[in-house]
């Protein structure tokens, strides 16, 4: 019969004294401890300093991203689950550690610990602690993402319908009496439509819908905001965009039959080219000959128009046309 609680015989456990029969200490030494607290500091320190992130492919987080905000998301991540791999590998080598160490070697009933204080309160506080740091960094970070200026460079309204996008440059935004559009670029079925934003330059987006809940995503931002109907105007800000070049943009929500060809592109060039580009809108070019004008593709280059196949019969033989 194995003893319970207060009932063990005294004579069925091993002295709990300091120090068991082979002279070994019962309580981890503080030394021990602080050697592996040390070690896992230097770790950490190595992996930080080599591109951790890179080497592990993002632990699954995209990478690539072009604004400030995208860099912060992605360390977020990345330093998250560092610290949620090095809690794992402690906790991992702590279970694997007592299986060994502590396997039955007799009959004997092994020493008792319980109400072991210090113990119970490292159980209390380091998780809270945990929780607290990754909690920090989070609210940091996120308020950061939503964080909007009074006077940006630039403000852009994006102006989502079933199934498409115009983009409206916008003087000023939209709370500022003298907000007024100055140049617009509306999709078509035929024509992709090319958002043309600069970098270097803090830049505002306020969002509304026509007809149903859409949502502006540009993956190289790693973030998408929700387009939504009526008075709401859904409003983010990136500090600026760090990477010239063409990029998808797409709807993130599904809003009806021809969701999935809700695709623009952003077109991320030189400020000076933006303002020859806004100066060419506004002369009266199309988005297209604004955009030769300043030596840039017309046509969008990462997406392209879908084959909505209005005109062919879809059902039965997939020859039969119209
Ligand atoms: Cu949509």
Same mark, same amino acid.
């Given at each position: 019969?194995?003893?319970?609680?207060?009932?063990?015989?005294?004579?069925?456990?091993?002295?709990?004294?300091?120090?068991?029969?082979?002279?070994?200490?019962?309580? /981890?030494?503080?030394?021990?401890? $602080?050697?592996?607290?040390?070690?896992?500091? $230097?770790? +950490?320190? +190595?992996?930080?300093?080599? #591109?951790?992130?890179? %080497? @592990?492919?993002?632990?699954?987080?995209?990478?690539?991203?072009?604004?400030?905000?995208?860099?912060?998301?992605?360390?977020?991540?990345?330093?998250?689950?560092?610290?949620?791999?090095?809690?794992?590998? @402690?906790?991992?080598?702590?279970?694997?550690?007592?299986?060994?160490?502590?396997?039955?070697? =007799?009959?004997?009933?092994?020493?008792?610990?319980?109400?072991?204080? /210090?113990?119970?309160?490292?159980?209390?506080?380091?998780?809270?602690?945990?929780?607290?740091?990754?909690?920090?960094?989070?609210?940091?970070?996120?308020?950061?993402?939503? !964080?909007?200026? %009074?006077?940006?460079?630039?403000?852009?309204?994006?102006?989502?319908?079933?199934?498409?996008?115009?983009?409206?440059?916008?003087?000023?935004? #939209?709370?500022? #009496?003298?907000?007024?559009?100055? $140049?617009?670029? +509306?999709?078509? %079925?035929?024509?992709? /439509?090319?958002?043309?934003?600069?970098?270097?330059?803090?830049?505002?987006?306020?969002?509304?819908?026509?007809?149903?809940?859409?949502?502006?995503?540009?993956?190289?931002?790693?973030? !998408?905001?929700?387009? @939504?109907?009526?008075?709401?105007?859904?409003?983010?800000?990136?500090?600026?965009?760090?990477?010239? =070049?063409?990029?998808?943009?797409?709807?993130?929500?599904?809003? =009806?039959?021809?969701?999935?060809?809700?695709?623009?592109?952003?077109?991320?060039?030189?400020?000076?080219?933006?303002?020859? @580009?806004?100066?060419?809108?506004? =002369?009266?070019?199309?988005?297209?000959?604004? +955009?030769?004008?300043?030596?840039?593709?017309?046509?969008?280059?990462? %997406?392209?128009?879908?084959?909505?196949?209005?005109?062919?019969?879809?059902?039965?033989?997939?020859?039969?046309?119209?």
């Amino acid at each position: 019969m194995v003893a319970r609680g207060s009932e063990v015989r005294p004579s069925a456990v091993r002295q709990s004294s300091p120090r068991d029969a082979r002279g070994r200490g019962t309580r /981890p030494s503080v030394g021990r401890l $602080a050697g592996l607290g040390a070690g896992g500091a $230097a770790l +950490l320190a +190595l992996l930080t300093g080599c #591109d951790v992130g890179r %080497t @592990f492919d993002g632990f699954g987080w995209p990478q690539g991203g072009i604004s400030p905000e995208s860099h912060r998301m992605y360390d977020l991540w990345i330093g998250s689950t560092i610290a949620a791999l090095a809690v794992g590998v @402690f906790v991992w080598g702590l279970i694997f550690w007592c299986v060994i160490r502590y396997r039955k070697r =007799g009959e004997a009933l092994p020493v008792q610990t319980r109400f072991n204080m /210090p113990m119970e309160f490292l159980y209390t506080i380091a998780p809270i602690l945990v929780v607290a740091v990754l909690f920090y960094y989070t609210a940091i970070v996120q308020t950061g993402v939503n !964080k909007t200026s %009074t006077n940006p460079d630039v403000t852009v309204e994006v102006v989502a319908f079933k199934w498409n996008w115009q983009f409206n440059y916008r003087s000023a935004p #939209d709370s500022q #009496d003298n907000a007024e559009t100055i $140049a617009s670029t +509306l999709g078509t %079925t035929e024509v992709i /439509p090319v958002l043309v934003l600069p970098t270097g330059r803090s830049i505002r987006f306020e969002e509304t819908s026509r007809d149903v809940i859409h949502s502006f995503w540009v993956p190289e931002m790693l973030f !998408k905001r929700d387009v @939504f109907p009526g008075n709401v105007r859904n409003v983010f800000e990136v500090t600026s965009l760090d990477t010239e =070049g063409a990029f998808v943009g797409r709807c993130a929500e599904l809003c =009806g039959t021809y969701h999935s060809m809700m695709n623009f592109e952003l077109r991320v060039v030189s400020p000076e080219e933006y303002d020859r @580009f806004i100066e060419a809108k506004r =002369g009266g070019q199309s988005t297209q000959d604004a +955009l030769v004008s300043i030596g840039e593709e017309p046509l969008a280059q990462k %997406t392209r128009p879908f084959e909505t196949r209005r005109d062919v019969n879809n059902f039965g033989n997939a020859s039969a046309g119209s």
